[in-house]
């Protein structure tokens, strides 16, 4: 089993999964870790729910089906600011050229292009999926920071256990699909999906690895 910095080094994101499933056993000792996470006041304001199974089934095919519709998406929150900071752009653009290399996907192959973008809605082949979410009418921005520690407590414990994972913002942005599939969510936010297991064996694109920023580019000491 890594360790807390080996899992944080090793984290990348899988977008290519095998067939097995996680064990029950082990996700509820995961989930339960991640529990710990900490969150203001105690609240611990984050709801999270595993969809596998024909219930998994079920919804990639909506999801699908509303993708291939061209069906515009509705996501309860807005992500990113628009336009991007000209930096943050930049790795943007770097990040799509990237991994379109790796893949093997020319500039004009639109159909490949599409193919590669839905590949988020079949959650890349996994058999289990978290939802993250809270409370939606609390109105309060703040919880997302709560319910990130989770995710992350979620995406290196799943490392340090030997599987992988990809959080995923596109795959929230059918709310109102989501809420069909899972009950008793009318009043949930939908934060994030994390799809996770083990690494298909031999994926090519499983070795795409994105670049980092220099540690003295963001880290600064004072004093």
Same mark, same amino acid.
């Given at each position: 089993?890594?360790?807390?910095?080996? %899992?944080?080094?090793? *984290?990348?994101?899988?977008?290519?999964?095998?067939?097995?499933?996680?064990?029950?056993?082990?996700?509820?000792? !995961?989930? #339960?870790?991640?529990?710990?996470?900490?969150?203001?006041?105690?609240?611990?304001?984050?709801?999270?729910? !595993?969809?596998?199974?024909?219930? !998994? +089934?079920?919804?990639?095919?909506?999801?699908?089906?509303? &993708?291939? /519709?061209?069906?515009?998406?509705?996501?309860?929150?807005?992500?990113?600011?628009?336009?991007?900071?000209?930096?943050?752009? %930049?790795?943007?653009?770097?990040? @799509?050229?990237?991994?379109?290399?790796?893949? @093997?996907?020319?500039?004009? #192959?639109?159909?490949?292009?599409? /193919?590669?973008?839905?590949?988020?809605?079949? &959650?890349? @082949?996994?058999?289990?999926?978290?939802?993250?979410?809270? =409370?939606?009418?609390?109105?309060?921005?703040?919880?997302?920071? +709560?319910?990130?520690?989770?995710?992350?407590? !979620?995406?290196?414990?799943?490392?340090?256990?030997?599987? @992988?994972?990809?959080?995923? &913002?596109?795959?929230?942005?059918?709310? #109102?699909?989501?809420?069909?599939?899972?009950?008793?969510? #009318? +009043?949930?936010?939908?934060?994030? %999906?994390?799809?996770?297991?083990?690494?298909?064996?031999?994926?090519?694109?499983? =070795?795409?690895?994105?670049? *980092?920023?220099?540690? +003295?580019?963001?880290?600064?000491?004072?004093?």
């Amino acid at each position: 089993m890594l360790n807390a910095i080996q %899992a944080m080094q090793s *984290r990348r994101s899988i977008r290519e999964f095998g067939p097995e499933l996680v064990p029950m056993e082990t996700v509820r000792q !995961l989930v #339960e870790a991640a529990g710990r996470a900490p969150s203001s006041k105690n609240t611990q304001p984050w709801r999270l729910y !595993l969809v596998q199974g024909a219930a !998994l +089934d079920a919804l990639k095919a909506d999801y699908l089906a509303a &993708f291939d /519709a061209g069906t515009k998406p509705s996501p309860g929150f807005r992500y990113s600011p628009d336009p991007l900071p000209e930096a943050w752009a %930049a790795r943007a653009k770097a990040n @799509g050229i990237g991994i379109f290399k790796h893949k @093997g996907i020319g500039r004009e #192959e639109l159909d490949k292009r599409r /193919a590669h973008d839905r590949e988020n809605f079949h &959650f890349f @082949g996994a058999k289990q999926v978290f939802f993250l979410g809270t =409370q939606a009418s609390s109105n309060a921005s703040g919880t997302f920071m +709560d319910c990130g520690f989770v995710l992350d407590n !979620l995406m290196l414990g799943l490392v340090s256990l030997g599987y @992988g994972s990809c959080p995923q &913002f596109s795959a929230v942005c059918y709310p #109102e699909v989501l809420r069909r599939h899972i009950p008793g969510t #009318e +009043d949930t936010l939908f934060l994030a %999906a994390l799809p996770f297991g083990g690494q298909k064996a031999g994926s090519q694109v499983n =070795q795409f690895q994105t670049d *980092r920023m220099p540690v +003295d580019d963001w880290f600064k000491v004072i004093g």
